[in-house]
């Protein structure tokens, strides 16, 4: 059974500047290996928020979990970037091919094609095949890994971009701690108390349709709430108290 991975990387600095970064993937060793070329800082710690056996399921939850963290939500689901019909983008390429000639000046340099004549249809789609595949494997792997690296490469070594960066992050990380504190504020202010029990933040939460586990999030949050009473089981709750 496939199980996708909803992983979490706080450090990964974006090309503008912004900070974090949420995905899905079912290969997470190599996905986290891409993103360290591919960040313009380095970074050591991820983590798993989530894991679905359900492409579909992981692919809303990874565009909620995006919104929720206050990151840039992603223009394509990971549903539709994996969606692509290879053997379908095989044919396009090929078909490219062949209207630019590129069949054409094949044949002329090589000869015949698996035994038929350069302008033979049956051999021209065979090519278009295998050179629509071999295209889509350099675009998407070899070509756009290398140039992501070289550009931060470059970018790295021009003057200020470092301070530049930190700067970018600094604003970035400010900024989307303000918003998940103003969530969470949104969130204490339904409760019509100043004193509530853990029942009432989960219910609160619910009516915000936010992850299951986001009211444990609110309550650690000591600049909000604080602790005023311990308790043991569901008819001695705990108490809390907010205190912005």
């Not at 931060?152 to 200020?160: D, E, H, I, S």
């Given at each position: 059974m496939i199980l996708y991975k909803i992983y979490h990387i706080p450090d990964f600095i974006h090309r503008d500047g912004s900070k974090g970064k949420i995905g899905c993937s079912k290969n997470l060793e190599q996905r986290i290996r891409r993103n360290k070329k591919l960040s313009y800082g380095p970074f050591d710690f991820w983590e798993v928020l989530e894991t679905h056996n359900d492409k579909a399921t992981a692919s809303r939850r990874e565009k909620e979990l995006q919104e929720e963290y206050g990151y840039a939500v992603d223009g394509k689901s990971y549903l539709e970037i994996t969606s692509i019909d290879t053997v379908s983008a095989g044919k396009i390429g090929g078909k490219i091919r062949k209207e630019s000639g590129d069949i054409g000046r094949l044949g002329k340099k090589w000869g015949k094609i698996n035994g038929q004549s350069k302008n033979s249809v049956e051999a021209c789609r065979k090519m278009g095949k295998k050179w629509g595949?071999?295209?889509?494997?350099?675009?998407?792997?070899?070509?756009?890994?290398?140039?992501?690296?070289?550009?931060?490469?470059?970018?790295?070594?021009?003057?200020?971009?470092?301070?530049?960066?930190?700067?970018?992050?600094k604003k970035s990380v400010e900024s989307n701690i303000q918003k998940r504190i103003n969530k969470m504020k949104s969130i204490l202010d339904t409760i019509p108390t100043k004193q509530f029990i853990t029942k009432d933040i989960r219910k609160s939460c619910y009516n915000f349709d936010v992850s299951d586990g986001y009211w444990k999030r609110i309550l650690r949050e000591k600049s909000l709430v604080k602790q005023i009473h311990k308790g043991t089981n569901q008819f001695n709750p705990s108490i809390y108290e907010k205190i912005y």
């Open positions: 595949k071999i295209n889509i494997k350099k675009i998407t792997h070899e070509h756009r890994k290398k140039g992501a690296k070289l550009s931060a490469q470059t970018r790295m070594q021009q003057p200020n971009f470092k301070s530049h960066i930190e700067n970018m992050t």
